[in-house]
């Protein structure tokens, strides 16, 4: 059985930074890409940061170059380091699974129980 399990949410002054863990288990962790999303009030989920099998990594626009996703595949674990952070960073962010891409809610297998970041000006 799939789990990802995040933490590291908080709450930080506009410029401020933070990074956010998922732990994984429950599958052969190599074989899957893992990505971070985020949701705001009753609007959709959106991708934040993919990291694909092979290692590769995406980025929404909003957040290229203050986000960086990584992932320790010895501790099965998935990293999103934010700096930077913005008020419009403020979310519910999610860790997320899936096959091969991880961008978009239909790419997804399975998600975690999310994590608050709140961003204040």
């Known amino acids: 059985q799939v789990k990802l399990m995040e933490s590291g949410g908080g709450s930080v002054q506009s410029g401020g930074s933070l990074r956010l863990s998922c732990a994984a288990s429950?599958?052969?962790?190599?074989?899957?890409?893992l990505g971070w999303f985020r949701q705001t009030g009753g609007n959709q989920r959106e991708g934040v940061a993919c990291?694909?099998?092979?290692?590769?990594?995406t980025y929404a626009d909003s957040v290229a170059g203050r986000f960086t996703i990584s992932q320790d595949t010895a501790r099965h674990t998935l990293y999103l380091q934010m700096t930077n952070l913005k008020p419009d960073d403020t979310a519910m962010y999610y860790c997320a699974s899936s096959g091969w891409d991880c961008t978009t809610v239909p790419d997804i297998w399975d998600w975690g129980q999310g994590t608050q970041v709140t961003v204040s000006s």
């Open positions: 429950g599958f052969t962790y190599s074989t899957y890409s």
């Open positions: 990291i694909h099998n092979d290692g590769s990594a």
